[in-house]
């Protein structure tokens, strides 16, 4: 009985089974009723509900405004950031898929122009005057004083500031090296005919924008949703890519301390101990974790994708033949001086290189900090957040406080405030590395690639968090 009520409890396999088939604004509420009430909870679960809600979106959205589409995008976005605020991987997809519309719009934009077209190389080239032509050909007029238009070898004469072409020619006039401030640029006249002399009010056939048609609409979602599929193949990929990376940054006979239990970090010691023979210090940190048991479905990775337990974690490990250290998290100080380096994984990464992590992050940084021991993050891209952090409580989230003391403990309920963190903001200066799915980053460049992934029209989606 209790494994069929597990097996139907609401969660990220439930809500990609139903939005195939349900209408777009179902889907939408349904996604918020699951952020609020936390059955979707941590980034890549989050992630992957957003960039497949999204994807129905628009494949929905039947306008052949740009605008519209993205207009319609923001608002859903607005809806999904407002249900949870502190799963900032939400609004880091919703922004991604705004670039992806901006971009394609642009490029179809472009393509329709055209690299000859005036709109966007500014005018064409004039074709030569046959009046001017024939002046320039017939010599100088004798009696002026006046050079000549053109010498017979087509190379204009040294002219000086006193000097200047026959009355009547096209040809700008050129002044000499000397006196460039004291004759300001004069634009040549161009022929009737060209787009020179047009009114700024009319313009020519070819500067009208075309009217986007139906067909131009279906081509555009067709691009974003593609543009949004190649989205989710990277959140199911990242885990991989990150560990790519792990026999570069692990070296024989190591000592590393970790105390997150996910999958980001458990992918990147199993590929790094296929070659490499080290060692791992798990600190719980919890106070009840050595006494939860796994859930039957703690390898799923559709479900519960972020969510390890402990026990399957250190076993996982185990197989693969890693030493693994369960010490408590108050022995983490003493032993930092035996670490070699510290590996953590993270809730969000935000765009000065700070970060919020599972909580006693920010006290095993500090004391790696204090022995000199290297700190190395595991984040994919889409955790990566352009926000900076103004106010970090509010990124802090807490728990309920029964997790610490039971309600078993009547003496004390009225008499103590209980507070259970679940994340802590860790600074960037207590950070070395990064390791995402592009390699390898100082936590002083982040912010180059938040720059790279969103536009800046799309930094804040709602007001909330400007200020």
């Known amino acids: 009985m209790p494994s069929a009520a597990r097996a139907t409890t609401p969660g990220l396999a439930t809500f990609l089974s139903s939005i195939r088939g349900s209408p777009v604004e179902y ?28 994807r129905r979106v628009v494949g929905a959205c039947r306008v052949t405004d740009v605008a519209k589409l993205i207009e319609r995008v923001q608002q859903v976005g607005q809806r999904l950031v407002a249900a949870q605020p502190k799963e900032l991987s939400v609004g880091n997809i919703v922004r991604r898929v705004l670039g992806v519309i901006r971009d394609e719009a642009e490029e179809n934009r472009k393509s329709e122009t055209g690299p000859y077209n005036e709109t966007a190389t500014g005018s064409r080239p004039e074709p030569p005057d046959p009046k001017s032509k024939d002046q320039s050909e017939s010599g100088p007029s004798r009696g002026t004083g006046l050079l000549p238009s053109a010498a017979p070898n087509g190379r204009p004469p040294l002219l000086t500031s006193n000097a200047s072409y026959v009355a009547g020619t096209n040809a700008p006039i050129t002044t000499s090296l000397f006196s460039l401030l004291s004759h300001p640029p004069s634009k040549a006249p161009s022929p009737s005919g060209t787009p020179g002399t047009q009114s700024p009010g009319r313009q020519s056939p070819s500067t009208i924008p075309a009217k986007p048609t139906l067909q131009d ?25 990150i560990a790519g990376y792990a026999p570069d940054h692990i070296h024989s006979n190591a000592i590393i301390l970790t105390h997150t ?13 296929a070659k490499r023979k080290f060692t ?9 974790d050595h006494l939860a048991s796994p859930p039957a479905n703690a390898r799923s990775t559709t479900e519960n994708h972020d969510e390890v337990s402990s026990r399957g974690f250190q076993k996982a490990l185990t197989v693969a033949g890693i030493t693994v250290v369960v010490v408590p998290f108050s022995a983490v100080f003493a032993l930092m001086s035996r670490v070699t380096k ?7 990464v935000l765009a000065d290189g700070g970060l919020v992590a599972a ?6 940084a500090k004391a790696a900090s204090v022995h000199r021991t290297p700190v190395v993050v595991l984040s994919g891209v889409y955790k990566l957040s352009p926000v900076y952090p103004f106010d970090t409580e509010a990124l802090i989230e807490f728990g309920e406080p029964s997790k610490v003391i039971a309600f078993g403990d009547g003496h004390l309920v009225g008499k103590v405030g209980v507070e259970n963190p ?8 207590l950070v070395d590395l990064y390791i995402t799915n592009l390699g390898g980053h100082a936590p002083s460049y982040l912010y180059r690639i938040a720059a790279d992934h969103y536009r800046s029209e799309d930094m804040h989606l709602t007001k909330s968090e400007v200020s």
């Open 27 to 54: 889907s939408i509420d349904q996604l918020i009723s699951f952020l609020k009430r936390r059955q979707i909870r941590n980034s890549q679960p989050c992630a992957i509900a957003t960039a497949h809600l999204l």
């Open 217 to 241: 609409a279906q081509d555009l979602r067709a691009e974003v949703m593609e543009g949004i599929q190649e989205i989710i193949d990277e959140l199911k990929q990242v885990d991989d890519q």
């Open 261 to 273: 239990p996910s999958m980001t970090v458990q992918k990147f010691f199993l590929k790094a101990a």
């Open 280 to 288: 791992v210090v798990y600190a719980e940190t919890s106070p009840v």
């Open 342 to 348: 510290v590996v953590l994984d993270t809730h969000v």
């Open 359 to 364: 909580a006693g992050a920010k006290a095993i």
């Open 422 to 429: 679940l994340f802590d903001f860790v600074a960037p200066e």
